[in-house]
């Protein structure tokens, strides 16, 4: 059964950058889509972007300018990056595989952006 | 960008009673379209794809239905363990746009 784990920094201060992890295990990263979504507190899904096995990525246009997601294949593991982060982006934030949906996610990992 | 609604955004409801949402893309989908569980603390969980096809392990309880811009949910009788907030989601294009959510709560 695939299942996937998150981890990273809790606390970002203003103005830096997030990181995130995902760990995928008990299945192959190669020939999915891997996704990035989050949802602040109380309040609905928003989709970030995806990567492929092969590095190709897609990001949501508001987020463009502040997102990198990239893929370690001989690790299993995919990464998000969102720059210049504010108030605004604290939320809790989901890895998930896209097959025809949605169909695996991480449990979510809280991030809050505070000084 | 993709806008999809949800309707209603709340419902308040009993153990055995019959629940229908609906979800309105802006744009034609064709049925790239699923629906997701969540319940409080957790992540949200796959219940149906391609519109109607429930992913295994869901209960037959649940069925989706719709084409092109209108889509249904429906839970032919509630359960204790549905009380949670069910999202649509567009999987046509990039880049993913959830619902706002209905919030399916014990009357």
């Known amino acids: 059964q695939v299942q996937l784990q998150e981890s990273g920094p809790g606390l970002v201060k203003p103005s830096e950058t997030l990181s995130l992890t995902c760990t995928v295990s008990g299945g192959s990263i190669s020939g999915y889509y891997w996704n990035w979504i989050r949802q602040p507190p109380g309040k609905g899904l928003e989709w970030i972007g995806y990567?492929?096995?092969?590095?190709?990525?897609s990001y949501k246009p508001a987020l463009k300018n502040r997102v990198t997601i990239s893929v370690d294949t001989s690790k299993n593991q995919f990464s998000l990056k969102l720059s210049s982060v504010t108030a605004a982006d604290t939320a809790v934030y989901y890895c998930?595989?896209?097959?025809?949906?949605?169909?695996?996610w991480g449990q979510g990992t809280l991030v809050t952006v505070s000084s | 960008d993709f806008q999809m609604t949800q309707s209603p955004s709340f419902v308040s409801a009993s153990v055995g009673d019959r629940v229908t949402i609906t979800c309105r893309a802006s744009q034609h989908i064709n049925t790239w379209l699923a629906w997701y569980q969540q319940k409080p603390g957790k992540a949200p969980n796959l219940l149906i794809y391609g519109a109607s096809t429930l992913q295994s392990g869901v209960p037959s309880r649940f069925s989706g239905s719709g084409s092109g811009t209108d889509f249904t949910l429906t839970i032919s009788s509630l359960q204790p363990e549905d009380f949670a907030t069910y999202y649509c989601?567009?999987?046509?294009?990039?880049?993913?746009?959830f619902g706002p959510g209905t919030k399916v709560d014990i009357k």
């Open positions: 990567i492929y096995d092969s590095g190709s990525t």
């Open positions: 989601q567009q999987a046509n294009m990039f880049p993913f746009t």
């Open positions: 998930a595989r896209a097959d025809a949906a949605l169909d695996h």
